[in-house]
C-alpha cells in the first residue's frame, strides 16, 4: 500500500506488469492504451455524458458493449496494481495505465492529472454506440470524433495509435496487427499507410479488412477501413503525410491529443481538482 496520491508508485507497478511473455505479442501495453482510449471515448461534449470519469466499464451497460470486448484483459492486468495501491481510482487508474504503457513502449510522455472518482451518475452513462466502427469510412469517423471535440488533425493524430496492438478476431471480428513491430510506439503504422498496396479481403466471418503481405517478415499486416479512410478523405490525408514525414511532429501532437483525450468531461479548479463530480461520493481529490 502506497501513500494515498503517490502516483509515482502507481506508475512505477504499471510500468512493472507491461511485460507478459505469455500474452499477445509479449506486451500488456497495447491493450492497456485501448482501455484507457474507450474508457474516455464514449464523451459527448453536447450532453456532457461519457468520458473516463466514474470508470463505467466496471459495469455490463458499458463494459458488455460488443465495442469493450476483449478490455477484460487490461482490466485483470491492472487488477493487482490496484489491490496493492487502494486508494486508487479505476477511473485514475485506467487513464494513467495507458499513458504508461505510451511511454514504456517508447512513446511520448504524455501529460495526466488525477482526481477522477469511481460515483457513477446514472444520468451521465453513455448509451452504446459512441465508440468508431472500424466497417465504416471518413464521415463516420467526423461524426464520432467531433462529438468529442476533436478535429481533423486531432482525429489523424489519434489513430497513430494502431502503431500499436492488433485487432483479434474473437474480439472485434478484425485480424492481425498494422505494423511489423506492434509493441514499439513508432509513426511506421502512418508510413505503411502510404508505402504499401492495401487490398481487400474478405475473412471467412464475412468482415472485410485490408491487407498487404510483407516479404521482408513473411507476415500478412492489416488495415481496417476506416484506417484506409484516412488516405483517401484530403483533409485527413494532408495530416497522415505529415505525420509519415515527420515522427518528432507526429509524437507532439500525439501527446497533447491523447491528454486531450483523458480529460474529456472532466472541469478542474485552479488547483487541479475536478469540480464536476460528485467527490463527496467516492474519489481521492488530486
Ligand atoms: Fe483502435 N481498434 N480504433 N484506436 N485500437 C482496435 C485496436 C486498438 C478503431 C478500431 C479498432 C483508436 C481509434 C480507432 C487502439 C487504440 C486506438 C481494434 C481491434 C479495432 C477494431 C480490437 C480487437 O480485436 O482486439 C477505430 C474504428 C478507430 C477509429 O478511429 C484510437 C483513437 C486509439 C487510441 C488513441 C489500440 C492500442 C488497439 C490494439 C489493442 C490490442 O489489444 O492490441
Redesign the pocket.
Known sequence: MSKKGDFEAVRKDIAELMHQPEY?DGSAG??L??LA?HSAGTFDAETDTGGSNGAGMRYEAEGGDPANA?LQHARVFLEPVKDKHSWITYADLWTLAGVVAIKEMGGPTIAWKGGRTDYVDDSKLPPRGRL???AKGADH?RWIFYRMGFNDQEIVA??G??N?????SD??G?EGAWVNNPTQFSNQYFRLLLSLQWRKKTLKSGIEQFVNFDEDSETELMM?P?DIALTQDKSFRKYVELYARDKERFFEDFSRV?AK?VELGIQRDADGNITNTDNEKGGYHA
Open positions: 499477445d497495447p491493450v492504451v485501448r482510449w476483449g468508431p466502427d472500424g469517423l489519434l489513430s495509435a494502431h500499436l496492438g492488433r485487432c483479434h474480439r472485434s478484425f481496417l476506416t491523447f483525450l
